[in-house]
């Protein structure tokens, strides 16, 4: 699901009757499908909830435009989650803040499915769940979003002043970003066109294309386009409408969007029945209810076979004009539902009443609570000094037997329980020691691997001005930093293997040797010949052992890592540079460019193609910086959030002026101030350069 932010999801499909599709015309790319594989194993896996979570997410992501049965399911998942993590004792403020975030967004989305299909009264339900843990969080972007899709709902049952209200409301609220401010304003036209206004309306959709084009929205363009064309069709401008329909029909095609494309489809029907090209209609219109049947969009069948019923009317196909029209009765009145139209406005309006009357209501059953607690504290009192007094007497007689038995009990119990101590002491000693041996291996494990690294003589004899924040997620990790020099060239790299802990130190050794093998031995340095040599090497290695034994695909086809490197020329300061899915920051001036790395790891791939090499002129005083993804992917902040590749730009570019050491101390207490509490997801390398 693209966002705007974590709430404001699927927003863009709120044009005048257009339900965004779950499902689309395009299909997974190979990069989805392996993407969407990689989120499975996390999810099976033993991983935290946090990382399960992440995972359903970014799945969720990638698929609710294809499948929205799947989208169900997902948020359903997240839901079920979510309750669970609550129902849990002793959890923390940030694993509280992550569910509580999760839970809205997943109604959030669950209520959109239910707008699509028509069922309005669940979909309310949702989204008030949405809105109240919103205000629950204090989250006024969020709260914004609900709102918003609230007054869709009413935008859709045709009250639209209720509906301008929300909207405006929402945009008072979240008027900053340019999505949501896209999406509010291209909603208030929606509703100023019905309330014929369509001055106000051309005006708002007008300033909602410009905000969507600047945040290259292509479905908040799309979508505000056809509305363009609608208020062209209501000035009975048929030609006018026409292009923008076809602009908005060309993008939901490129997005793949059935609901959108079924829409534009129609409307364009509609303009040529107009025209009195009503065999062109047809084609198009068929075409649209096809789509529309498959989107499960019942508004878009409607207007699909009111189109073709004035088409074959035309046509005189009399048995087709009857055929449609009885399909749009069926359709149209299914749209009609008074009794849930009614139900809908009265728990809307009731919503905020029930909420401070559940607040007094509790406030009456604790006051209620406490007089009755009082009231049976001292009767209870009264009875238990009657039943001591009367029981006091008999408790006498049978204290003296009592004591001597128990005496003899204690006796052979302590017997017991000496014997049951020294077992669990044996037992424990045992523990301790297998754990002695498994941390004293990792910790060799750790030397063997420190002493593979360039040491810091090395790394300031070369590189002089640099920094390398390095943090191991656990004692090894699968990320490292790598230096050679050759002749007058000096090759540096930053690298994030497969996994972390222990697996992904053993990866580690396996890269490492194979970039020192591809150099040294090989004298290779080209960045690309190197990353192509490297990945054969890798390869080659991890197709080694027991020809015995049947490996599946999946058991190696991950095993390798990604690596941006670089080649450095000390006489001419030409830099080359050649990425496998890590790509290369370069400042100059408080101007950040960056270069992108090839879409493929250092390892097994279902697409392998050779590495290329980018080159750069650098002169004095530019920076160069590498890193992998475990600073960007980082949970904290107030919220649980990832840090983010953007914000980690914006702190190198804030601090650039400063030395590197000083550098690597902003950037370290930043990442230790937005974890927090939390644990640290992954790995963590980062390399500074200044020339």
């Not at 730009?649 to 601090?655: A, D, G, Q, R, S």
Request: aromatic share 8%; with cysteine.
């Amino acid at each position: 699901m693209v966002t705007i932010t974590l709430f404001v999801i699927k927003n863009y499909f709120l044009i005048l009757f257009l339900c965004l599709s779950h499902l689309s015309i395009a299909q997974l790319t190979d990069e989805e499908i392996v993407y969407i594989d990689s989120l499975k194993e996390v999810i099976a896996s033993n991983a935290n909830d946090s990382l399960k979570i992440d995972a359903y997410i970014n799945w969720d992501n990638i698929i609710y435009i294809y499948d929205s049965e799947l989208d169900v399911t997902i948020n359903q998942t997240l839901l079920e989650l979510c309750n669970e993590g609550l129902s849990k004792s002793g959890i923390s403020k940030g694993e509280m803040l992550l569910y509580y975030r999760t839970k809205g967004l997943a109604n959030n989305n669950l209520g959109l499915v239910c707008v699509q299909y028509g069922d309005y009264l669940k979909a309310l339900n949702h989204f008030h769940v949405s809105q109240t843990i919103a205000e629950k969080l204090n989250d006024t972007l969020k709260i914004a979003s609900a709102i918003n899709n609230i007054g869709m709902i009413y935008d859709h049952l045709g009250d639209s002043e209720k509906a301008l209200e929300n909207y405006k409301r929402s945009l008072e609220l979240d008027g900053d970003d340019l999505g949501s401010r896209a999406a509010y304003l291209n909603n208030m036209g929606i509703c100023y066109v019905a309330l014929n206004d369509h001055e106000k309306a051309l005006a708002c959709y007008q300033e909602s294309l410009e905000l969507a084009k600047q945040g290259e929205d292509l479905m908040g363009q799309a979508n505000t386009l056809c509305n363009i064309g609608l208020i062209h069709v209501k000035e009975g401008e048929d030609e006018m409408a026409r292009p923008y329909f076809e602009q908005g029909l060309s993008i939901y095609k490129q997005v793949g969007n059935k609901g959108g494309t079924a829409f534009a489809l129609i409307s364009i029907g509609d303009i040529d029945n107009v025209r009195g090209n009503h065999k062109k209609a047809v084609k198009l219109c068929l075409e649209g209810l096809d789509l529309a049947n498959q989107a499960k969009s019942v508004m878009h069948q409607k207007e699909g076979c009111d189109c073709l019923y004035e088409a074959y009317k035309n046509l005189g196909d009399l048995a087709n004009s009857l055929k449609y029209h009885e399909q749009f009765v069926v359709l149209r009145d299914s749209l009609r539902n008074d009794e849930d139209e009614q139900d809908i406005m009265q728990q809307d309006f009731t919503f905020a009443f029930e909420k401070d009357r559940l607040a007094d209501s509790l406030s009456f059953v604790n006051q209620q609570e406490t007089d009755r607690l009082k009231y049976a504290t001292a009767l209870e009192r009264k009875q238990n000094f009657q039943y001591v007094l009367f029981a006091g007497i008999g408790i006498l007689i049978l204290v003296g037997g009592l004591i001597f038995r128990g005496y003899q009990r204690k006796k052979k119990d302590n017997e017991i329980i000496a014997q049951q101590k020294h077992e669990v002491e044996l037992q424990k000693e045992i523990v301790d020691e297998k754990n002695r041996e498994i941390t004293d291996s990792i910790n060799y494990a750790k030397r063997i691997q420190e002493a593979i690294l360039p040491n810091q003589e090395m790394v300031e004899k070369y590189l002089p001005e640099s920094f390398i924040l390095y943090k191991p997620k656990d004692i090894v990790a699968g990320d490292f930093y790598w230096l050679e020099k050759f002749e007058d060239k000096i090759i540096f790299a930053v690298a994030d293997c497969t996994g972390h802990g222990v697996p992904g130190a053993m990866v580690s050794v396996v890269c490492h040797n194979a970039l020192n093998r591809a150099v040294k031995e090989f004298g290779l340095v080209e960045p690309d010949k190197i990353l192509n040599k490297t990945r054969e090497l890798v390869i080659g290695t991890f197709e080694k052992g027991d020809q015995t034994v049947q490996l599946k695909s999946s058991d190696v086809i991950r095993d390798g890592m990604d690596i941006g490197l670089c080649v450095l020329n000390t006489k001419t300061n030409e830099l080359a540079f050649a990425g496998a899915n890590n790509g290369l920051y370069h400042l100059r001036n408080n101007e950040m460019t960056e270069l992108i790395p090839d879409k493929q790891p250092i390892g097994k791939y279902a697409e392998e193609r050779n590495f290329t090499t980018q080159n750069i002129s650098l002169i004095k005083g530019d920076l160069i910086y590498l890193f992998s993804d475990g600073f960007a992917d980082q949970f904290g902040g107030p919220d649980g959030k990832k840090f983010k590749y953007k914000k980690l730009k914006e702190l190198l570019i804030e601090n650039a002026p400063l030395k590197l050491n000083d550098q690597m101390t902003v950037l370290t207490n930043a990442f230790e101030k937005w974890k927090g509490g939390l644990e640290q997801v992954d790995d963590v390398c980062l390399m500074g350069v200044r020339i």
